[in-house]
């Protein structure tokens, strides 16, 4: 079975460039493969028993009380059995893949293993998150890149409300272009918010992927509070004042 899925996927994948469609190629073949691996080996285990004599005999006069083992059984196993579907079921509806970048239960990670019951998320801190593979056709969960991992990032700035919006699209512009993780698709400033004290604006940039996009925007609030800090400190937010004089 394992020889069997690895040449599928290398046969399935060999014209295909796009990564999105491997990892869904990958994420099809991994789950029946465990599925079809498990029920050979209760197969295998079965029939390995019924050569025996002893087993055999045993068999037969466990016969009368089979009706109420099987419901016992049948209660006990209902949930690794409703796992066990639920893994058919996301090996082809795919709302998650191996590889895939996602958020759950809070946490920010990467599929690193679909299970026949399971899935194992690696957290960025290199945590493990274990869910049932129920979790993700039952409950909303985020998924960074169901389509691609090309992905936009934004970072939110507050000045006041003489800051200079030219001066800030040539030093966003410069910041982006020395740094190796924006990937030239888009970036952008436009002011988003205006309230009693300061202007909002909000720097939005790409990257190929989380960890990209993740580093760039790191890299620009840490340039922009320098700018902050140096030159731009006349446009941090103040508080104005006016003061009336009183008519005797």
């Known amino acids: 079975v394992g020889v069997a899925g690895v040449i599928a996927e290398e046969v399935l994948t060999r014209d295909i460039t796009e990564e ?5 190629i990958h994420t099809w073949i991994a789950i029946p493969r ?3 691996r498990f029920v ?3 197969v295998a285990v079965a029939l390995v028993c019924l050569q025996f004599e002893v087993v055999r005999s045993v068999g037969v006069s466990l016969l009368a009380s089979a009706g109420l083992a099987s419901v016992i059984i049948g209660l006990s196993a209902q949930k690794s059995l409703a796992n066990i579907l639920a893994g ?7 709302p998650v893949k191996i590889g895939d970048t996602v958020v759950v239960e809070g946490e920010f990670g990467t599929v690193e293993e679909i299970n026949l019951t399971n899935v194992i998320v690696k957290i960025w801190e290199e945590r493990r998150l274990i869910l049932p593979v129920s979790y993700f056709l039952e409950k909303p969960f ?15 700035l507050y000045t006041d409300y003489t800051v200079p919006l030219d001066e800030i699209r040539e030093l966003f512009k410069e910041v982006l272009e020395n740094h190796s993780a924006w990937d030239k698709r888009a970036s952008g400033v436009l002011v988003t918010d205006l309230t009693n004290d300061t202007v909002q604006v909000r720097l939005m940039m790409s ?21 902050l800090q140096g030159e731009g400190r006349a ?12 008519d005797n």
């Open 40 to 42: 050979l080996v209760v």
């Open 88 to 94: 058919i079921q996301l090996a082809f509806a795919q």
């Open 20 to 24: 999105n469609r491997i990892r869904s």
């Open 235 to 246: 446009y941090l937010p103040e508080t104005r004042v006016e003061m009336l004089a009183k």
């Open 207 to 227: 990257a190929k992927n989380s960890s990209d996009v993740w580093t760039l925007r790191c890299h620009v609030r840490e340039k922009i509070l320098e700018w």
């Open 142 to 156: 985020t998924n960074w890149t169901y389509h691609s991992r090309q992905l936009l990032g934004t970072v939110f």
């Open 34 to 36: 465990r599925i079809i």
